[in-house]
């Protein structure tokens, strides 16, 4: 169910336009073809080759990115029904602490995927890759994750997917944090590529970020949860319901909101709605 993926891209150099590459990996999730990776192991690429196992590598079709997510889906044809996929866990049961591994092509060493082993070390992680970038729903792992991993799958011992492998910190003073979008999150943004080509993202025109501790006291606030609102945008859904920034966003349609994923997940059940 695990594959490598290969990207295959023209970049220019001192002598004009050179051919290169650029490797990762992936995992069938439906019989019918259909594979998740992340956006920017493909991303830029004028070609895009699935090799399974020790098969020959078999060009894919794009089916959709997702830049939000760091999140792409893939189709190949060639097999029909000889596919075998992996089931996505029930999110309610990921919990830290839990074993999980990761499969994928590392390195993009000859010989098909390798396995590390690890642990869910924390829920609901956000990370910055840029300044006007961040990725939320993220769990947090000591599974090793190495360059070529990103786009496979982090598994429980059950064998489903309970996220898709997409960063590793490294450093002099860092060990042990990898990070993986939730499944849930990645079952949701596939479905909308495939359906649609894009993910219909419900957008309510504010900046936000989590309620931290420090935060909470600084405010002399006696809130424990909550999405802090750090700017409005001028002409927004937000700015006509009379958000402000530094409002805290308790609750949604009657749903509680504690973090984040709560405010994505109740805007996903809620896309198109005026309430």
Request: glycine share 12%.
């Amino acid at each position: 169910s695990v594959v490598s993926v290969v990207a295959e891209k023209m970049t220019v150099g001192i002598w004009g336009e050179e051919q290169g590459s650029n490797s990762g990996s992936g995992v069938f999730f439906r019989n019918d073809g259909y594979i998740l990776t992340n956006n920017h192991v493909i991303e830029g690429a004028t070609k895009v080759l699935v090799t399974v196992g020790e098969g020959d590598p078999l060009e894919a079709a794009v089916v959709g990115v997702d830049y939000d997510t760091d999140l792409a889906v893939l189709k190949i044809d060639e097999w029909g029904s000889q596919i075998t996929y992996l089931d996505f866990a029930d999110p309610e049961t990921i919990k830290v602490g839990q074993w999980v591994i990761a499969i994928g092509n590392a390195l993009a060493l000859p010989g098909g995927p390798s396995v590390t082993l690890g642990i869910v070390s924390a829920l609901d992680r956000s990370l910055e890759m840029s300044q006007n970038r961040t990725l939320y729903d993220l769990i947090q792992t000591d599974t090793i994750i190495n360059p070529g991993n990103s786009g496979g799958p982090l598994l429980n011992m059950a064998g489903q997917i309970v996220g898709i492998n997409t960063a590793g910190i490294r450093g002099e003073r860092v060990e042990g944090i990898g990070f993986a979008v939730s499944g849930e999150t990645a079952l949701l943004v596939a479905r909308e590529l495939i359906d649609f080509g894009k993910v219909r993202w419900p957008w309510l025109g504010i900046g936000i970020k989590e309620m931290d501790a420090q935060q909470i006291a600084d405010m002399d606030r006696v809130l424990k949860r909550g999405v802090f609102i750090v700017n409005v945008m001028r002409s927004s859904p937000a700015s006509d319901a009379g958000l402000r920034p530094q409002d805290v966003i308790l609750a949604l349609d009657g749903e509680e909101v504690s973090a984040i994923k709560d405010l994505t997940r109740v805007l996903r059940s809620k896309f198109g709605s005026t309430d």
